[in-house]
């Protein structure tokens, strides 16, 4: 946890870095889906509410942007356990957050999917407990990635329930 003292790099360097560790989970999550969402997704059959594809690549943009500004602001605070706490909450979270896109899309598996994303929320909720003890705009910063995670939650389980599985 060096790594994140809060004078171990600049501050430029800590944000840049920050906004590139949020979005290199939409990297990783989008090489397991990209094939699938053109093939297996699109033979499945979808909830009325399911949002058309162009929109997900623009919102989780946005979502990984906020993520990556609230992980900076815990990274300005003092070093304390707290602080390694709730960096290791977002490691965790970031970890199933990467691991749904692979369980879903890239196992074709929307139970798998349905199992990971509810540990994500968990997860989720507990990386806002900790950085809003933190910093309280960390914490609001992940408000719109909460509301997203739980409404891709009644997506799965609603595909997984139109799908038989």
């Known amino acids: ?98 691991a749904w896109s692979f369980s879903f899309f890239g196992l074709q598996s929307p139970g798998l999917g349905i199992i990971n994303i509810g540990l994500l929320l968990v997860a989720i909720l507990f990386t806002i407990r900790h950085f809003q003890a933190l910093s309280k705009p960390s914490g609001y910063l992940l408000y719109p990635y909460l509301a997203w995670v739980s409404f891709a939650t009644l997506l799965n389980a609603s595909l997984l329930y139109l799908n038989g599985w």
């Open 1 to 98: 946890m060096r790594f994140f003292s809060k004078n171990f790099l600049p501050r430029w360097a800590q944000l840049i870095l920050s906004l590139l560790f949020a979005q290199l989970a939409g990297v990783l999550g989008g090489i397991a889906t990209f094939s699938s969402v053109r093939t297996w997704y699109t033979t499945l059959e979808k909830p009325f509410f399911n949002p058309p594809s162009w929109l997900f690549g623009p919102v989780w943009t946005t979502l990984y942007v906020l993520m990556g500004i609230s992980l900076y602001l815990i990274w300005q605070q003092e070093d304390s356990d707290r602080k390694k706490t709730a960096l290791k909450w977002f490691l965790v979270q970031w970890v199933l957050n990467t």
